[in-house]
């Protein structure tokens, strides 16, 4: 079983960083690619960053692209995304999840592990 947790989340003035944090726990974490999402109230899920299984690969959404950096460290079987330049419409609820085959998507339909999510407000 795949467990996911974030962590990081907060409340930051626009133009400020943060950096959220995602453990995870079973076997495998490695052989598989990590996505990012995000959900605003009253808003469907979005893709906002994923990486390759060895990290050397680096997917954005246009939005965040130039902001938003994704890394992940498999020894500690965690996954970051590096927020800076922030904006008060980055304020959402963020998830991080593992696709069901080990390549990575934009798409959450095919993600079969999800986290809880951790906040993210942005005030202007």
């Known amino acids: 079983q795949v467990q996911l947790v974030e962590s990081g989340g907060g409340l930051v003035q626009a133009g400020g960083s943060l950096r959220l944090s995602c453990a995870a726990s079973?076997?495998?974490?490695?052989?598989?690619?990590m996505g990012w999402f995000r959900q605003a109230p009253g808003k469907p899920r979005e893709f906002v960053a994923a990486?390759?299984?060895?990290?050397?690969?680096?997917y954005y959404a246009d939005s965040v692209k130039g902001r938003f950096t994704c890394s992940r460290d498999n020894a500690k079987n965690t996954v970051y995304l590096q927020m800076n330049s922030l904006k008060p419409e980055d304020t959402a609820v963020y998830y991080c999840?593992?696709?069901?085959?080990?390549?990575?998507?934009?798409?959450?339909?095919?993600?079969?592990?999800w986290g809880q999510g951790t906040q993210v407000t942005v005030s202007s």
């Open positions: 079973g076997r495998s974490f490695s052989s598989y690619a």
């Open positions: 999840a593992r696709p069901r085959i080990g390549a990575p998507s934009y798409v959450p339909d095919e993600y079969d592990y």
């Open positions: 990486v390759s299984w060895s990290g050397g690969v680096t």
